[in-house]
C-alpha cells in the first residue's frame, strides 16, 4: 500500500515540475477502442431429421392394425368357430371371423386336394376380400380317440396313435412321439391348417378318468416332457400348438354333458398340475410360435367355487399372473353342457372375455358375435379389453406366418394368401 501512494505521489510532482518549467503537459494516451467481436458465422440450417424407427417396429404396426380395424372386426377376430354346415365362405366376411375349426363332420369322405380347395377358398375371402387378415385354421388331431383327419382313410392310411400308446415303447417312447408329431405336422400344414389343438397336458395315471386315454397316462415329468416335445415339433413346422385342458383335468367327469367339480387342493396343481403347462409354454419361447392355452369348463373349488374355469377371471389371473403366460387363452368349446348355466341371459363369450379369454371357442358364433358387440356399445364390457384380446390373437398370427411387415411397415397377408 506505501508503495503504491509514494509512485503516486512522485508522478504527481514530476507533472508540477514540468508544467512548472514550461513544458507542456503530456495529454494521457488516448483510449483505445476494445476490438470488434468476431462475428460467429450463421450455423448450416438442419436438415430435417427422418422420423425414428420404432424400438419394436413388428408391434408398432400390430398397434396400427388394430387401431384401423371397427369394432365389429375386432370382435370377429375373437372368435375361433366350428365351420358351419352352410354360409361357411359367407361367414368369414359378414362375422370377419378369427378362425375356423374342423371337426370330423368336415373332413369325413373328403379327398387332400376337396380339403385343401375348401380351407383355400376361406383364406382366400378373409386375405382379399374382408379384413385383410388371414384366418386360424385348427382341427384337434390328438391320436388314439380324438382324430379329425386321420381317421379318414383318404388322408391317412391309418390313424395317429394315442399320445399313451407312443409314450410307453420305453427309451424309445420320446423318439416316437417326436417321429409320430413330425408326420401329423407335415400332414396339417400341407392341408391347410396352421393350429392343432394338441397337446394334451393334463396328467392321469388312473384308467378309469374320463382323460386318460388322451394322455400319456403317466405322472407329472412324463406328461410334461411329452408336452414339450410335442410343442417343439409343431412350432418347428409353423404349426400352432394348444396346450390343453387348464388348470389340468385331473379324475373330473365329461364336460360335455354337464358340470365337472374339482375338489382338489391349490398344492395338487402347484405340484403336479401346472407342470406339462409350464414345459410346453417354455417350449414355445425358446422355439417360437408361443403355443396358446385352452381352459377347462371344470369348477376348480381352490380357485373358484362359484364358476367354470373357462368363466372365471380368478384362474384366468392365476394363469397369467402365477404363471407368466403371456400368450392366448381360449375357451374350450361353449357349446358344452357344463357352462350353459351360467351365462346370464345366454351371454356366454361376453362372460368368456370378461373373464380374460382372447379366443372364443363355440358353435354359437351367428348369436354370440351380436351380443359381444352390443355389450360394448351398452358398456357391460369394456372395449379395452376387446383391444386386449385382439391384439394377442394378431400377435399370434404373426407369429404363425399368417401376416408379415411389407416394405410400407404395414401388416398383410403372407405371399401364402
Request: charged content about 25%; hydrophobic content about 40%.
Amino acid at each position: 500500500m506505501k508503495k503504491r501512494f509514494c509512485a503516486a505521489l512522485f508522478l504527481t510532482l514530476l507533472l508540477i515540475l514540468l508544467t512548472a518549467c514550461g513544458g507542456e503537459m503530456v495529454p494521457p494516451p488516448p483510449e483505445v477502442p476494445d476490438p470488434p467481436a468476431e462475428e460467429t458465422p450463421e450455423a448450416p440450417p438442419e436438415e430435417p431429421q427422418e422420423p425414428e424407427e420404432p424400438a419394436d417396429p413388428e408391434e408398432a404396426a400390430l398397434l396400427a392394425l388394430l387401431e384401423g380395424m371397427t369394432l365389429e372386426e375386432k370382435t370377429g377376430q375373437l372368435f375361433f368357430v366350428r365351420v358351419p354346415a352352410e354360409n361357411a365362405l359367407e361367414d368369414v366376411t359378414t362375422y370377419h371371423l378369427g378362425g375356423y375349426l374342423l371337426f370330423g363332420r368336415d373332413t369325413q369322405d373328403k379327398t387332400a386336394n376337396d380339403l385343401i380347395q375348401a380351407i383355400a377358398s376361406w383364406q382366400v375371402q378373409a386375405a382379399h376380400y374382408d379384413t385383410g387378415i388371414p384366418l386360424l385354421i385348427g382341427v384337434d388331431e390328438e391320436g388314439g380317440s380324438v382324430v379329425r383327419v386321420s381317421s379318414n382313410p383318404k388322408l391317412r392310411s391309418k390313424k395317429f396313435s394315442s399320445p399313451g400308446k407312443l409314450w410307453r415303447q420305453g427309451e424309445d417312447g420320446a423318439l416316437a412321439v417326436e417321429r409320430e408329431t413330425r408326420e401329423k405336422s407335415i400332414l396339417l400344414k400341407a392341408l391347410g391348417f396352421n393350429v392343432n389343438l394338441n397337446p394334451v397336458a393334463d396328467v392321469s395315471e388312473r384308467s378309469g378318468d374320463f382323460i386318460y386315454d388322451r394322455t400319456t397316462g403317466g405322472n407329472e415329468d412324463e406328461a410334461a416332457a411329452y408336452a414339450a416335445r410335442v410343442t417343439e415339433v409343431q412350432s418347428r413346422y409353423g404349426l400352432g400348438s394348444v396346450l390343453k385342458h387348464f388348470p389340468g383335468y385331473g379324475d373330473n367327469r365329461d364336460t360335455h354333458t354337464g358340470v365337472a367339480v374339482d375338489e382338489r387342493p391349490m398344492e395338487t396343481f402347484l405340484e403336479r398340475d401346472f407342470l406339462p403347462f409350464q414345459a410346453g409354454i417354455a417350449a414355445g419361447k425358446e422355439f417360437s410360435p408361443l403355443p396358446a392355452v385352452l381352459v377347462s369348463h371344470n369348477i376348480v373349488n381352490c380357485m373358484d367355487p362359484d364358476l367354470p374355469a373357462s368363466l372365471s377371471p380368478e384362474v384366468h389371473r392365476v394363469l397369467r399372473e402365477d404363471l407368466g403366460f403371456g400368450g392366448v387363452v381360449m375357451t374350450d368349446d361353449l357349446a358344452m353342457d357344463a357352462v350353459k348355466a351360467y351365462a346370464t341371459d345366454g351371454n356366454v363369450a361376453v362372460m368368456s372375455i370378461q373373464a380374460g379369454n382372447d379366443l372364443v371357442v363355440t358353435t354359437d358364433y351367428r348369436t354370440q358375435i351380436p351380443r359381444v358387440i352390443q355389450a360394448v356399445k351398452d358398456g357391460t364390457l369394456e372395449e379395452e379389453a376387446i383391444d386386449a384380446a385382439c391384439l394377442r390373437v394378431l400377435r399370434w398370427k404373426v407369429e404363425l406366418g399368417l401376416l408379415e411387415r411389407s416394405e410400407k411397415g404395414t401388416l398383410e397377408p403372407t405371399g401364402l394368401f
